[in-house]
């Protein structure tokens, strides 16, 4: 959590000066290297399995679940604050929720309910502190 909250603050300056797609790329090419040496460190080659189904599935997760989701985060974090992304990504597991209701049928128990109604009551909560703190921005600047 607070590796991710660190990067999120980090990320808010970063997209703001730089390209989205250069700054993505360069992240990724770090994560993959840093991946790939994990791998030719720690793992054994007879350990790993790299049929075409494993291949296919990580080059999914690689593109879709991790390039395109922070590229999407970095053009997004251009227009929007830090403590105001960190709300949305809270929100994941809501959505998780909702799509996983939507396309599978499943439900949850009354703790996930709940769980769910505080992130979004914080997420409510956020925008309306923020609705405020901008009209008090423009009365002062008038």
């Known amino acids: ?26 992240s990724m090419m770090t ?15 007879e350990d790993m399995h790299l049929g075409p189904q494993q291949l296919l599935a990580a080059s999914y997760l690689g593109l879709v679940t991790t390039a395109l989701t922070s590229f999407l985060q970095t053009i997004g974090q251009k227009s929007i604050n830090a403590e105001s992304a960190a709300i949305i990504y809270a929100m994941d597991p809501v959505y998780a929720a909702i799509f996983s209701f939507l396309l599978l049928g499943e439900t949850m128990g009354a703790q996930g309910i709940a769980g769910g109604a505080l992130l979004f009551a914080a997420a409510i909560l956020n925008i309306s502190l923020e609705d405020k703190k901008d009209d008090k921005s423009e009365q002062a600047s008038q």
């Open 1 to 26: 959590a607070a590796s991710s909250a660190m990067f999120i603050l980090r990320l808010e300056g970063a997209a703001r000066r730089h390209e989205a797609a250069e700054l993505n790329a360069i």
């Open 31 to 45: 994560a993959t290297t840093l991946c790939l040496l994990w791998v030719l460190l720690f793992e054994r080659a």
